[in-house]
């Protein structure tokens, strides 16, 4: 193992790699330099607490919080379960918000939502990480406060994208190793 690399990080590269984020942009997270969280981050994870924990549930909708609710795994097993796997010299690892028996939960908020959102995120990798507890299927649940979708992915899932960019984001780690002053993500 030579790397540790977390979905946060691959998904900013693949918005790199389309010229949708900055080489300095990359390499800031990758240093883990502070960024202040957005009022959208802030409204998704009070989100995140009001499904899953009663917490702040009067700020939102209630029709959006019930049909959310309704699509979590039933039994809930647990919540910000840490999953990882080894994929050759990286080890993948992040916490995934929701675990039923057979199926993981993401919660996502957005303000614009468009079909197969997900189908490229790099938490599909949790699929891989989780399949030893009988976890078949990642299912996100999002919202755009008025409305809530739903997106699942299999382990038949076609990975291949992601692979491509975890070797990419080696390359880009390799070149500007000099960059990098966070060196955690060098597992040696």
Known sequence: MKYKIYPTLLNLYARFERGLASEQE?????NRVPIP????QAKGVCFEDAVLKGIGEELFDPDVIIRSRALLP???????????S????VLFYGFVDVLGHT???DLKSTAAYTSCRFAEDHQN???????????HTLR??????????????????DFSLQYRQIKAFIDFLETHREQITD???FAC
């Open 140 to 157: 996100y649940i999002i919202t755009d406060f008025s409305d809530v979708y739903m997106e699942e992915y299999s382990l038949d899932y």
């Open 37 to 40: 969280q957005t009022e959208a």
């Open 86 to 89: 080894l994929i050759d010299e």
């Open 74 to 84: 039933k039994p809930v097993v647990a919540t910000q379960v840490y999953c990882e």
């Open 183 to 185: 060196r955690r993500i």
């Open 125 to 135: 990798l949790y699929l891989p990480a989780l399949c030893k507890r009988s976890v």
């Open 26 to 30: 990359l390499l800031d997270r990758i």
């Open 103 to 105: 199926m993981a939960v």
